[in-house]
T-cell receptor, first 116, second 114 residues
Framework: GAGVSQSPSNKVTEKGKDVELRCDPI?????LYWYRQSLGQGLEFLIY????????KSGLPSDRFSAERTGGSVSTLTIQRTQQEDSAVYLC??????????????FGPGTRLTVL | GENVEQHPSTLSVQEGDSAVIKCTYS??????FPWYKQELGKGPQLIID?????GEKKDQRIAVTLNKTAKHFSLHITETQPEDSAVYFC?????????????FGTGTRLTIIP
């Protein structure tokens, strides 16, 4: 079946501009996650959605970063007034949750953001 | 919070030999440990995972071992092949409802030498 999809695959923007990154999770997956991967680094957690609510936003680096999820499906990560240090690959993952446990996180291909 | 350390950062092995990557974690309450493989330009792909109620899990040429007392877990790849070349990440998760984030190690770049 279809996996997690993200768009755009690449985004180049100028410092100070706002950007929106989109994630389409696997159909039926109730949990959705955003991570950031800087060059040569591991993945850094940003935010977790269960349905449309975000129980854990602890990884968002500043108030320039926000995310929303609508209809329990698509999510958008918005970065306002981008800075060069925001340049990274932004990865989305989704998982199925049953009871009090969540299943495997499946990752999308990521959006490579470059801030000039 | 949880902290995961991964070693080595790079690893080169001859085709057919074994590769071992090691990770340690800090939070003894973590109970789920996945390993991901990331190829260039792609998102991470789960290759194997282990939960804290078992000590070892195998899937063909791949195995993971977990030592809860020492708080470390390892990935073992046997009979390595060129297609095993990639970056491998370990991760740990404290699986309480509403706290599902994965904490990742910094990755190991594995190169298989033909």
């Amino acid at each position: 079946g279809a996996g997690v999809s993200q768009s755009p695959s690449n985004k180049v923007t100028e410092k100070g501009k706002d950007v929106e990154l989109r994630c389409d999770p696997i159909s039926g997956h109730t949990a959705l996650y955003w991570y950031r991967q800087s060059l040569g680094q591991g993945l850094e957690f940003l935010i977790y959605f269960q349905g449309n609510s975000a129980p854990d936003k602890s990884g968002l680096p500043s108030d320039r970063f926000s995310a929303e999820r609508t209809g329990g499906s698509v999510s958008t990560l918005t970065i306002q007034r981008t800075q060069q240090e925001d340049s990274a690959v932004y990865l989305c993952a989704s998982s199925f949750q049953s009871g009090e446990a969540t299943d495997t996180q499946y990752f999308g291909p990521g959006t490579r953001l470059t801030v000039l | 919070g949880e902290n995961v350390e991964q070693h080595p950062s790079t690893l080169s092995v001859q085709e057919g030999d074994s590769a071992v990557i090691k990770c340690t974690y800090s939070d003894s309450a973590s109970n789920y440990f996945p390993w991901y493989k990331q190829e260039l330009g792609k998102g991470p792909q789960l290759i194997i995972d282990i939960r804290s109620n078992v000590g070892e899990k195998k899937d063909q040429r791949i195995a993971v071992t977990l030592n809860k007392t020492a708080k470390h877990f390892s990935l073992h790849i046997t009979e390595t092949q060129p297609e095993d070349s990639a970056v491998y990440f370990c991760a740990a998760r404290l699986s309480n409802f509403g706290n599902e984030k994965l904490t990742f190690g910094t990755g190991t770049r594995l190169t298989i030498i033909p």
